[in-house]
Nanobody, 122 residues
Framework: EVQLVESGGGLVQAGGSLRLSCATS????????IGWFRQAPGKEREGVSC????????YYADSVKGRFTISSDNAKNTVYLQMNNLTSEDTAVYYC???????????????WGHGTQVTVSS
């Protein structure tokens, strides 16, 4: 059974930090890219960050560049998203997803987690 399970979300004050985890199983982790996406109420789901386990190259949305860091632990089949200097604009449900080989447009991600809520308060 393919599983992607997010954890680490919660309520944090503006300026604070969270680390999200995406624990995966049931597929060949090294053959996939893992992306983080988020969806706020009334908004479309958007890409936040991605890392390919083929080349390790990270990508970031402009809105999080310099604040978020993505990393992959191949021994644990887990991808992390370190989120620093959080603002209210970061409030959303965060999802991780897997696409074959490379970071890709959102429609190419074949496996998805159920999401974890991140709420940033003033």
């Amino acid at each position: 059974e393919v599983q992607l399970v997010e954890s680490g979300g919660g309520l944090v004050q503006a300026g604070g930090s969270l680390r999200l985890s995406c624990a995966t199983s049931g597929f060949t982790f090294d053959d996939y890219a893992i992306g983080w996406f988020r969806q706020a109420p009334g908004k479309e789901r958007e890409g936040v960050s991605c890392i390919s386990n083929r080349d390790g190259r990270p990508y970031y949305a402009d809105s999080v560049k310099g604040r978020f860091t993505i990393s992959s632990d191949n021994a644990k089949n887990t991808v992390y998203l370190q989120m620093n200097n959080l603002t209210s604009e970061d409030t959303a449900v965060y999802y991780c997803a897997a696409a074959l080989s490379w970071c890709s447009p959102i429609y190419e991600y074949r496996y998805w987690g159920h999401g974890t809520q991140v709420t940033v308060s003033s």
